[in-house]
C-alpha cells in the first residue's frame, strides 16, 4: 500500500502559475502509476493528467494540455504537477492518485488517493 500526501496549492491570480506536488510512502512509488484528478465545487471528480511509472507516458485532459505538465522525481517518491495560465475554472480541491495498472483516465483505476489540496484562481 502506499500513502499519498498533496502540497502546493493556493489562491492565484488568472494567468498565474503553482506547482503541485504528491509525496508517496510506503511501498516504492517507483512502481506504480500516477494520476492527477480535480474535484470542482457541486462536480464529479475528473481526470486532469496521469503520468506511467518510468515516466515515459503521460496523457492530459484536453481542458489542460498545453499549461498543466506531469512529471515525477523516483528518488523523491514525488509526483508534480506544474500548473502555468491558470483560470478561474481550474478553481478545484486537486488530488494525487496512484495505481499499479498504468496511467489512466477514470477514478475508478485508482484505488490510493491523497487527501487532496485546494487550487483558486481569481479572475
Do not use: H
Not at 475528473?46 to 507516458?57: D, K, L, M, P, R
Request: aromatic fraction near 12%; include cysteine; charge should be positive.
Amino acid at each position: 500500500q502506499v500513502q499519498l500526501v498533496e502540497s502546493g496549492g493556493g489562491l492565484v491570480q488568472a494567468g498565474g502559475s503553482l506547482r503541485l506536488s504528491c509525496v508517496a510512502s510506503g511501498r516504492t512509488f517507483r512502481q506504480y502509476a500516477m494520476g492527477w484528478f480535480r474535484q470542482a465545487t457541486g462536480k464529479e471528480r475528473e481526470f486532469v493528467a496521469t503520468i506511467s511509472w518510468s515516466g515515459g507516458i503521460t496523457n492530459y485532459a484536453d481542458s489542460v494540455k498545453g499549461r498543466f505538465t506531469i512529471s515525477r522525481d523516483a528518488a523523491k517518491n514525488t509526483g508534480y504537477l506544474q500548473m502555468s495560465s491558470l483560470k478561474p475554472e481550474d478553481t478545484a480541491v486537486y488530488y494525487c492518485a496512484a495505481n499499479t495498472l498504468g496511467p489512466a483516465t477514470s477514478t475508478q483505476r485508482y484505488p490510493y488517493w491523497g487527501q487532496g489540496t485546494q487550487v483558486t484562481v481569481s479572475a
